[in-house]
């Protein structure tokens, strides 16, 4: 009976925190009106995103740009578990979206500093062991790497206090261990971090300056992406900076929020580590449609569907992930959720950033995705 009793508690107890569970995740349905104008159907999806913020299922920010226009944009939320209000100041960190910047900083080597985007990573990281893996195959993620830098770090790095994990660490690393899983380079897409992280090393290596400081000088200051900074337990900023910078947080069924602290293996950048306002994610995404550095042939460049050995087409290009007439880039790290999708046909922009570790991120992403397709494509 005890037995009996204990079973039907737990079982209760488990289908109260699943139906929390499902509460939490659950948003609502975005209702357009098929028979009205398009401005009347953006006043909807407007409201239906404040709703999201006043009911504190995101927090972070929101723009759809049609155009080079801003249709709509959003701030609100808190920058970090101290529950300081997010504002178009704020830098938020971008994940795995930080890839298309490292993209873009290889493209702008490429042109100021020869280098062919076909040479071997060896021929600049000295110790790199593999003379067939060409920073192309780096950029398009075809390199056959499998290692993974954290578990690297994790497995053969001393455990010493204050010890940061570098660029140049990681990448010292990766080299070492490469061959321990490597399946021959241009055979295949593995999407793989370690890939960016040997970029960074390589930019460092050729301009002679940090990643971060390459990436502030030529490319943040020269695009006017003012607010746009590379930011990791190595980087020095002074107090009034590091104020604007957000940090991660989670929070369940809307419980006191608990800070994300970043761990020791966050002093690397190149596969994250930028961090961005919405005003100039918005400039990001233009940029890709003019650009003041590179010419149109050389965005391309970054844009075109590479080919395996075999000749097969895949879907990865430099920094960015391929659909056609569309390129998109998404991550996630330290509680933070990141996407941004550029259609060219339909000249539409979405950048969604969260700041938490929000379990319906991608599920606002689909609605939106879903509803914006089908105003602008049937209007």
Request: charged fraction near 25%.
């Amino acid at each position: 009976m005890i037995l009996i009793s204990s079973i039907f508690l737990i079982t209760l107890i488990g289908l109260i925190i699943w139906k929390f569970w499902f509460l939490e995740r659950k948003i609502s349905k975005i209702q357009l009106m098929p028979h009205q104008s398009i401005d009347v159907n953006l006043d909807i999806i407007k409201g239906w995103v404040l709703n999201l913020y006043q009911k504190k299922k995101f927090n972070g920010i929101i723009a759809f740009v049609k155009d080079d226009v801003v249709i709509f944009k959003y701030a609100a939320g808190y920058k970090s578990y101290k529950q300081e209000p997010i504002q178009e100041n704020t830098k938020l960190r971008l994940a795995s979206l930080s890839k298309s910047f490292t993209g873009f900083g290889v493209m702008l080597l490429s042109k100021n500093y020869d280098v062919s985007y076909d040479d071997p990573v060896s021929k600049y990281i000295k110790q790199f062991p593999i003379q067939d893996i060409s920073i192309r195959q780096l950029l398009h993620h075809s390199s056959g790497i499998e290692v993974d830098y954290i578990l690297l770090a994790k497995k053969y790095k001393p455990k010493t206090p204050n010890y940061i994990l570098s660029i140049k660490d990681a990448s010292i690393l990766i080299s070492k261990y490469v061959k321990h899983k490597y399946d021959g380079a241009g055979k295949k897409f593995n999407y793989n971090n370690s890939n960016y992280i040997l970029l960074a090393r390589i930019i460092e290596i050729v301009s002679g300056l940090s990643f971060e400081y390459y990436m502030k000088q030529e490319v943040f200051n020269s695009l006017k992406l003012n607010n746009t900074r590379v930011w990791n337990l190595l980087s020095e900023y002074t107090k009034e900076e590091n104020d604007l910078f957000s940090e991660g947080f989670k929070s369940y069924f809307k419980s006191k929020k608990i800070k994300v602290q970043p761990k020791w293996t966050e002093g690397v950048a190149g596969d994250s580590g930028v961090f961005s306002t919405i005003n100039d994610l918005i400039k990001w995404s233009n940029l890709w449609d003019l650009n003041p550095l590179l010419d149109n042939e050389e965005i391309q460049e970054a844009l075109t569907f590479p080919n395996l050995n075999s000749g097969v087409k895949f879907s990865h290009g430099f920094g960015w992930h391929l659909k056609e007439n569309t390129i998109i880039q998404e991550g996630k790290k330290l509680a933070t959720n990141a996407i941004m999708v550029k259609n060219f046909k339909n000249s539409t922009t979405l950048i969604l950033v969260d700041n938490s570790n929000n379990p319906r991120f991608k599920k606002i992403y689909n609605e939106l995705t879903k509803n914006l397709d089908n105003l602008f494509n049937h209007k």
